[in-house]
Structures are given as C-alpha cells and as structure tokens.
C-alpha cells in the first residue's frame, strides 16, 4: 500500500529531447506527489510538486502530469539538457504519513 | 550559509567500529530525518525527530541510534559497523511533520560510509 512505483531504471536522452519518467501508486490516501532530482555527491532536492486537484503542473522545462484515476504520475523534461543529467526521484505522501519515495531513475543526457 | 550540513562527507572504517556521523540545519525547521541511500540509489528513511522527540523509527538494526540535542541538531551514532552498513547517509529537514502540506524535505550533502 506504501510503495510508490518508477520506471524506467535509466534513461539515455538526446539534447534537446524529451525526457519521460513514470510514477505508480497504490494508496488513495496519498494527497501530495513531489520530484526530488539529486545530482552525483548531493542530496536529492526538490524540483517540483502536485497535488491531485490539478491534472497538471508546469514550471519552465518540467512539467508533472497527474492521472488521478489511474493513480500514476509523470515527469516531462522537455528540451532536455546535458545539465539535467541526474537522478529522478518521485515520492507520494498524505496526512500525517511519511514520503515515500519512488526506486529513482538515472538520467542521462547525451550530446 | 549551507542550509544543512553533515559531517563528516566520507568515512572509511573497519568493521565493529564505532562511529558518529552528525547533522546541523539552519533552516528554522522542527523535523530533522536520516535516510539511507544504498548502492542502487534506493532512499529509505530511517529515523526522524520533531522538536528533539523521536517520530519514525523504522526497522533499523538498535546498533544505529540517533540523537537530537536540540531541534537544530540530529546526530547518529552506529555501533559495531557490519560491511552491510557501507552506504551514503543522508540527514533532511523539513519544517513540519506534515510533509504532505508543502512541508518539502531539504537533504545534506550525505555522508559517505565504507566498511571495509
């Protein structure tokens, strides 16, 4: 009921392409999905957020899709960049429930 | 001013040792975590504390034992290093409990630990 599913494991982009992460979940309960992106020898920040009163949120090249009804959950990197090479976590939370993060996916952007 | 800090940034030890690694936000926050990120970038919680009080302890052997001085600090000591410990801990805030309400978690720069 907690897991919150990723795919892919990795992901290989052109410059300029769009890159596509995916998100699954089970628990109705959870109200809160974010995207932390984590840089090699960082820790993961947050890159963006939705709630699912909203079937979309866009802020500059990212941009979350929210299927509600489907309980999944997208990120969108459009004209992807060398510079967004990094890890992609989604999470899922609800009330009073702790983060649960996504299994992450490599990205990386090629030349 | 680096929002939190942890030090230190990498730890190589033998096994049965015992070490600290320790954790300090600037943020103003009431939660503070660690997580640990195995090899496969996996990020699991492990502990969490709001306001010095212990939350969320999940099933984390009691060789790793955490301590919070105070809201701003939380530290975390491991006894008897196994080679199963080698991994990248991390420590977060957040400003609340409610990290369902925007409360989003801000990560260290995590902590390297090699058990060799």
């Known amino acids: 009921q907690q897991q919150v599913k990723q795919s892919p494991q990795s992901l290989i982009v052109q410059k300029g392409g769009i890159s596509i992460i995916n998100c699954a979940y089970e628990?109705?309960?959870?109200?809160?999905f974010p995207w932390y992106q984590q840089f090699p020898g960082k820790g993961p920040a947050l890159l963006i957020a939705?709630?699912?009163?909203?079937s979309e949120k866009k802020e500059g090249r990212f941009t979350i899709s929210f299927n509600k009804s489907a309980k999944q959950f997208s990120l969108h990197i459009m004209d992807s960049q060398p510079g967004d090479s990094a890890t992609y976590f989604c999470?899922?939370?609800?009330?009073?429930?702790?983060?649960?993060f996504g299994t992450g996916t490599r990205l990386q952007v090629t030349l | 001013d680096t929002a939190v800090s942890q030090t230190p940034k990498y730890l190589v030890t033998q096994m049965g040792n015992d070490k600290s690694i320790k954790c300090e936000q600037n943020?103003?926050?009431?939660?503070m975590y660690w997580y640990k990120q195995d090899s496969k970038k996996f990020l699991k919680i492990m502990f969490s504390?709001?306001?010095?009080?212990?939350?969320i302890n999940e099933t984390v052997p009691n060789r790793f034992s955490p301590k919070s001085p105070d809201k701003a600090h939380l530290n975390l000591h491991i006894n008897s290093l196994e080679l199963g410990d080698s991994a990248v801990y991390f420590c977060?805030?957040?400003?609340?409990?409610?990290?369902?309400?925007?409360?989003?978690?801000?990560f260290g720069s995590g902590t390297q630990l090699s058990v060799l």
């Open positions: 977060a805030s957040s400003q609340d409990l409610r990290q369902g309400k925007g409360s989003n978690l801000f």
């Open positions: 504390y709001n306001n010095k009080e212990l939350i």
């Open positions: 628990n109705t309960a959870f109200d809160y």
């Open positions: 943020l103003g926050h009431d939660t």
């Open positions: 999470a899922a939370t609800g009330t009073a429930s702790k983060l649960t």
């Open positions: 939705i709630r699912p009163d909203v």
